[in-house]
């Protein structure tokens, strides 16, 4: 009996395998090769069918095993337990193998990152886009030659892909300015608090979001923004036209974003940005951006494909808010989201928006797990990120750069807060300062290049 369950939980992970369930005089046996093991990976065309198979057999011999009126519940119970176990995400999840199974969304993914190098090759050869084109032909006969041999080494593979999808997002069309607005690209120091205030409502809400208008050329704003009901939802935004205004919590204008917080055009988590007098927030429960024209008061929305939501991803390295998957930023060329996605292993992914038309023009993927930062900010198109040190230090260490694919891991820029927990930080590219919300203080500093 022992041997009969060992087998066939081997057929439950080698679903790509040829494997046959034979009924034999008192188990039914489905034979396999050892090699799988070093292979955990594979094709889905089949494997239901495979799987059917085997289960079949079972079936039919329980069934005999009972019309012959031979009691053997152990075995029904194992059958039981098979039954449950063909549950193969369940179980791959547990195994840590969940991702070496989805091959059909690698191959997709290669064709959609050739598509896009062809398209950005007509539009503007160059030799970096010949290069990639021809990376990625050779890169899609790899999988086909994988699919045929059943030879598979995923992790390696979407290590590639990720560097070739980084490269042809850096080489899509970018505004012509994109680097000389900022000549020194990488942050070097960052200063003592230069603004520290108590939120204007209350200590007890510990998570929101503060800043300036960050649109360049725009008039001096601030804005506040706080979460309630579990430190998770929030549809008003507080205004000030002056610093003055904003130090002495006078003369404000609260816009409603949505008619309460628990509407569908309500903000969840402390992720949110004012750019253009427009908010841009994860929308109330869903993997979705909004964003709230305060001019016009409208709003629109854009599917975040893949993120994790509902604290599935949120920024966690120690004392966490919770609610902080989706994070918007904006700096001097627009409007950013970073979250994280299953397909990239939750590690960082960064997106690039367009605000008007709310259009995502770029994707870029870093290596970067989003569970083991605090906070993030983009810069000059560099994503930046945060960790605890202690109750009253963190640290800036580690930077991802947009317009050459680089990660830097060695930053250690060090700056003051007054309490542990951070539930948002975000740059205004207008006075280069950053904005952070402490809970429930509200600081801000000044950032050297
Ligand atoms: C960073 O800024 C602090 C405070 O303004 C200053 O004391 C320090 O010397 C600066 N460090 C560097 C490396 O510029
Ligand atoms: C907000 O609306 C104003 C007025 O129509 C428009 O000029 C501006 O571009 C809009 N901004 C965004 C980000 O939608
Ligand atoms: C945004 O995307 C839509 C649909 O893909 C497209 O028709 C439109 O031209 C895009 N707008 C901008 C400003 O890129």
Redesign the pocket.
């Known amino acids: 009996m022992l041997s009969y369950l060992l087998v066939l939980s081997v057929i439950v992970t080698a679903e790509a395998q040829k494997i046959q369930g034979v009924q034999t005089d008192d188990s039914c046996v489905c034979k396999l090769s050892s090699s799988i093991w070093a292979f955990p990976a594979v094709r889905f065309e089949g494997v239901q069918k495979q799987l059917q198979t085997c289960e079949d057999n079972l079936l039919q011999f329980n069934k005999k095993v009972k019309d012959s009126n031979a009691r053997l519940p152990k075995m029904e119970l194992t059958l039981k337990n098979i039954k449950t176990r063909l549950n193969r995400f369940e179980y791959l999840d547990t195994k840590g193998l969940y991702n070496t199974l989805n091959l059909q969304q690698l191959t997709e993914e290669i064709d959609s990152i050739y598509y896009t190098a062809k398209d950005v090759n007509k539009k503007s050869p160059s030799k970096e886009t010949t290069d990639l084109l021809k990376e990625l032909s050779t890169a899609r006969k790899d999988v086909e030659n994988m699919y045929k041999n059943n030879i598979f080494n995923l992790e390696t593979m979407k290590s590639r892909l990720r560097d070739l999808n980084n490269r042809v997002q850096t080489c899509k069309t970018i505004p012509e300015d994109f680097r000389s607005t900022c000549y020194q690209r990488i942050m070097s120091n960052i200063s003592s608090p230069v603004v520290t205030k108590l939120n204007s409502i209350s200590t007890s809400y510990v998570s929101g979001a503060w800043g300036r208008e960050a649109k360049q050329g725009s008039k001096e704003r601030f804005w506040e923004h706080w979460l309630v009901s579990g430190n998770k939802l929030g549809n008003t935004i507080r205004m000030y036209n002056s610093h003055e205004d904003f130090m002495g919590s006078k003369n404000y204008k609260d816009e409603s974003i949505a008619s309460s917080y628990s509407h569908q055009n309500a903000v969840q988590g402390s992720g949110t940005i004012l750019y253009d007098n427009t908010v841009f927030y994860q929308c109330y429960g869903t993997a979705e951006i909004c964003s709230f024209n305060i001019t016009t008061q409208a709003t629109k929305r854009v599917e975040l494909a893949g993120a994790g939501i509902n604290n599935k991803f949120p920024f966690c390295y120690y004392s966490c808010r919770d609610w902080t998957d989706i994070d918007l930023e904006a700096d001097q060329n627009g409007v950013w989201v970073i979250y994280a996605t299953d397909e990239n292993h939750g590690n960082i992914v960064v997106s690039r928006l367009?605000p008007?038309?709310l259009?995502i023009?770029h994707t870029w993927k870093t290596r970067l797990f989003k569970r083991s930062v605090t906070s993030t900010f983009m810069v000059c198109g560099v994503l930046y990120a945060t960790r605890f040190v202690n109750t009253y230090k963190e640290e800036v260490f580690y930077a991802f750069d947009t317009t050459t694919g680089h990660e830097i891991n060695t930053l250690s820029l060090p700056f003051e807060k007054v309490s542990a927990g951070i539930a948002n930080i975000n740059y205004n590219p207008v006075d280069r300062r950053l904005y952070m919300y402490n809970d429930g203080y509200l600081l801000a500093y000044n950032t050297f290049s």
């Open positions: 367009e008007v038309s259009n023009t």
